[in-house]
């Protein structure tokens, strides 16, 4: 999921999978680890109740979303449908569209096509709506394309949730960005990219939880570095920290803490 400054954008992730012949062994569809660790949860998906847009006026309103056409929020009121222009918004509210939950779901039933097809239609949909879950969505066809070795579409996909979202910081990104790296076993680019993020997190106190979601999503690709190269010991350790210390990202704890599971079943391999 860098003490240089602690800014973030909010989310919770899907994270990487490895292509070619390593995709068995140190990377698991982010969903997938997310359904061994938490079950049921991850059926609780929000029904999608009351859709709200707050102006710029400080005036807030009870609508129903449509999507984004044409630079802003489609909105229906009543029997009227109009644009509200992102410009003129501070805040939407709207609980995810049953495809999120349901690309979420195929992704950690391993059906990979089908979660791409899904959240593909989200993104279509919802591209650059101010939510998490729309963020989301955009991170995690990159996430998907990572998972089925697509790594130029993963790029892609990268770079179009920084074009849809242009003010987001770059550090969500950039840790898509180190798992291609990791994938094309470029490791010191991909060492390169988290590093800002890691460089003070363990003297960070009590950051706030999208920071420490990063922190987390971080250590989870220091820890698939790490094992790529052959430091087992130090791979734990990253993936521990993820579970203990930055849980904050659900799916990268759990996708860690498979991880460690596995290592700790390896002679000799202790934390350091």
């Known amino acids: 999921m860098e003490k240089t ?5 909010s989310r919770t992730v899907p994270y990487v999978a490895q292509r070619a012949m390593n995709l068995s062994r140190c990377f698991v569809p982010r969903q997938l680890l997310f359904l061994l660790a938490a079950g049921p949860i991850l059926m609780a998906w929000p ?14 309103q009870e609508v129903r979303i449509l999507g984004v056409q044409d630079g802003g929020v489609k909105i229906q009121v009543g029997d009227a449908q109009m644009v509200e222009p992102f410009s003129n918004l501070t805040q939407v509210t709207m609980s995810p569209p049953p495809e999120f939950a349901a ?3 195929d992704y950690g039933q391993g059906d990979l096509q089908d979660a791409l097809g899904l959240a593909t239609a989200v993104v279509q949909t919802y591209r650059g709506l101010p939510t998490d879950w729309a963020r989301e969505a955009m991170l995690m066809v990159g996430d998907i394309d990572i998972a089925l070795g697509q790594l130029p579409q993963a ?3 990268f770079q179009d949730y920084q074009a849809a979202y242009p003010s987001a910081d770059s550090a969500d990104v950039n840790i898509g960005l180190a798992a291609i790296d990791v994938a094309n076993h470029s490791l010191d680019d991909a060492k390169a990219k988290i590093a800002p993020i890691l460089a003070h997190a363990l003297d960070t106190r009590n950051p706030p939880p999208e920071t420490a979601s990063l922190i ?3 250590f989870l690709v220091s820890g698939q570095i790490k094992e790529q190269s052959g430091d087992l010991s130090g791979a734990l350790q990253d993936y521990l920290r993820t579970v203990t210390i930055f849980p904050q990202d659900r799916v990268a704890a759990a996708g860690a803490q498979q991880r460690a599971t596995a290592l700790r079943k390896t002679p000799g391999v202790t934390v350091p």
């Not at 400054?5 to 954008?9: I, N």
């Not at 029904?47 to 807030?60: D, Y």
């Open 155 to 157: 790029q892609q996909a």
């Open 216 to 218: 987390g999503r971080a």
């Open 47 to 60: 029904a999608r109740g009351q859709e709200t847009i707050t102006l710029s006026s400080g005036q807030t």
């Open 103 to 105: 690309a979420t779901t």
């Open 5 to 9: 400054s602690w800014v973030a954008f």
